[in-house]
């Protein structure tokens, strides 16, 4: 078992006389004084969260690129197909049951009011999504719960507000969080079958600010194993 | 792993005859009668063959309403002669246990939790308190009959908010009956309760909210001049209950609240939960998650000791340190980030592995950061290590000695610091801390020096260590699982959402090196259950706190600043 002493050693008098250990720590702060200002200044400058960032949900509509077994599990949960465009979500509940807090979410659904002869007569959709997030603890769990990827995390994390009602997200906000999300970052983050991509970067490059953070030394990113590429 | 092999404890049974003797998940445990508890404690602590002289843990299971005798006491116990622990238990008849003070002296804050989160009276203890919740709370929360959400009994109209006269009443706010609440009174009656024999006129209050307490933690010093003569810590400002939490949610689901007890170190806590769950499932997870796992906890060490070492010399006075730490600390924080996809609360384990594969680019940046880093910690070391300033401030002061280390059970750094190598990651292996080399850094007399230089050579040695993580995760294909792949869904669901996901009955403990100390996790099963049916949290912080309380008297109360700095608690973990 490998183990290190380690302990005091006194000051040798020499260095007691001449002040070594204030002109050794003077050294290292000088040092300092021609180095460049490494702090980003807040909200004039925003580094780019990286692509597996948990922020605000959002949930995601049809745009084809949905999972195989989508087809499925609209099926299998008696849900009107749903057109492009529309949303993705199936009411199963997963998230909710994967949720430490399962209070937050509110999930209905409701079957379709039209006749009998209708092709979509006792079909369901989803009417009601709403997420209370003053009580989420954006853990990511709904996320890997979800079947169709539908629910997503985002890379938005400004949530402050007057009122606690307005952390209360509906579909139709969360929805269009999710539009916009995919718009701006969907290819860094998802491959054509809404899974996360092999080859998401551990922060986007083109960010430049995050420079600074790193004393203007960026590491240069490269595969993770063997035989990957990007 | 390290637990008494179970033909040495049949060998107690043989030689008491009373004790019964049990294997539960990886983990041997004797139950004795109440009355000869001491007596066979008192044996295991003192026979040459046994010494099981470290006290690691005590704590109760409330096995229900209807069971008779209802309340169960769970000693464990470590050998630092042997490398090996033990479980000792005892039914508590009549609600009351002997007290374990006059063996451990680090039983004394265990007993009062275990009286104030059960209501067991524990005879003989000196001055049985409540330990988190204040003196006049009327329940004892962790018994089986008080509900998750509490007793609603307090109106508090206050926590209504009402936006430019429009009444939210009803739009997602707040109940007007809210749990029970301490008013100034009761806080009064706490404290003269903590420290009910007062040498000096005055009796100094430090905390709860005081930068320098570094959470809410409030101080009792009973001076003599400038000297304590006398010390006792109020905590459970920050008590949330994490407990009895564990015991009302899913196993994957637990791992978040994990999270938000030692917020410094997050990863290190999910780690050490993950450990035990998956003790209890007897699995054995994926060698890239076991490598990617040992590599971020030790990058979380390094992340909460950089925070450890800012707000030190910030509060002794070297203010630079503080922004030098920072600047370092925030490199970790964005590979972390970009890795997990949080900064703080990370939640990257899973029972059964990580949740995702490292992202590309993930082990260049870690390369890149570990290759800057020495040289980093040699610019810390030499402003203060051989500093005139920090040495008077620190040398000397506040001595923990071996024998305070067993005797409180005190773990992590601080052990370390007094001589005892004591490291869960040695001892256990979890992971895989066996294939790696690295040396656990003791020191010689134990002051708050030696805490100090503890810490920074443990940063350099988790550099060792991630540095081979590195080169092993290299060597691996991208198509390595990264998380367990159950052999028979129908035998043995293992989900990373967690949905679905059960654990078989029994009983385990399981800990990690957290850069805190020992964070154990002992999970009782009666039955295989969706959820726990008692989830206790040894934490490491808890226990090195209660140390303060000894090593601060005879010294100055300007040492009260570094003792508590160099003992570290974060007060997430020992109020939890």
Known sequence: ?230 | MAWISLEKAKKLEERFGYPKVSEGKGVVSVEVPKDKFIEFLTFLKEDPEYQFKMFIDLTIIDHGEKENPRFQGVVILFSPKNQERIIVKTWAENETLPTLTNLWKGAKWAEREAWDMFGIKFEGHENLVRMLLWETYPYHPLRKDFPLEGIKDTELPSLNESLRGENLEGLFNYDRMHTALPTMEDLEITQKKRMPVKTSQIVLNWGPLHPGTHGTIWFLFDLDGEYVKQCDIIIGQLHRGVEKLGENVNWQQFIPYTDRMDYIAAINENHAYVLAAEKMLGIEVPEKAKWIRTMMAELSRINSHLLWLGTYALDLGALTMFLYTFREREKIMDIIEGITGARFTINYFRIGGVFADLPYGALDAIEHLIKDLPQRINDYETLLTRNRIWLSRNKDVCIITEEDVYQYGLTGAVARGSGVPYDVRKIDKYDAYGEVEFDIPVGEKGDSYDRYLVRMEEMRQSIRIIAQCVAKLRKMSKNDPYFFQTPDEKKLKVTIDGRGMKLPAGETYASSDNPRGELGFYIYNKKDGLKAHRMRIRSGAFYNLQVFTKAIIGRPIADAITLLSTIDPVVGETDR
């Open chain 1, 1 to 230: 078992m490998g183990i290190k002493k380690v302990g005091a050693k006194p000051q040798t008098l020499v260095e007691k006389i001449f002040f070594l250990d204030f002109i050794k720590g003077l050294k290292t702060t000088i040092k300092h004084l021609w180095k460049k200002v490494i702090t980003v200044d807040f909200p004039y400058e925003v580094v780019t969260p990286p692509a597996r960032f948990r922020g605000i949900h959002g949930l995601r509509t049809v745009d084809g690129t949905e999972n195989p077994e989508f087809d499925s599990w609209v099926k299998r949960l008696k849900i009107k197909p749903p057109e492009p465009g529309e949303t993705r979500c199936i009411a199963c509940k997963f998230c909710q049951a994967a949720c430490p807090v399962p209070e937050l979410f509110d999930i209905q659904s409701e079957k379709l009011d039209v006749p009998e002869d209708h092709p979509h007569y006792g079909l369901k959709v989803m009417t009601v999504f709403n997420m209370d997030l003053s009580k989420c603890t954006f853990c990511g769990l709904c996320t890997q719960a979800c079947p169709t990827d539908c629910i997503i995390m985002t890379d938005i994390y400004d949530l402050s507000s007057y009122t606690r009602k307005s952390w209360v997200l509906d579909k139709d906000v969360l929805t269009q969080i999710a539009n916009d999300f995919v718009a701006r970052r969907g290819k860094e983050k998802f491959d054509e079958k809404s899974a996360w991509r092999e080859d998401q970067k551990l922060w986007p490059e083109y960010d430049k600010t995050r420079e600074k953070l790193w004393d203007f030394n960026m590491p240069r990113l490269g595969p993770n194993y063997q035989e990957q590429t990007a």
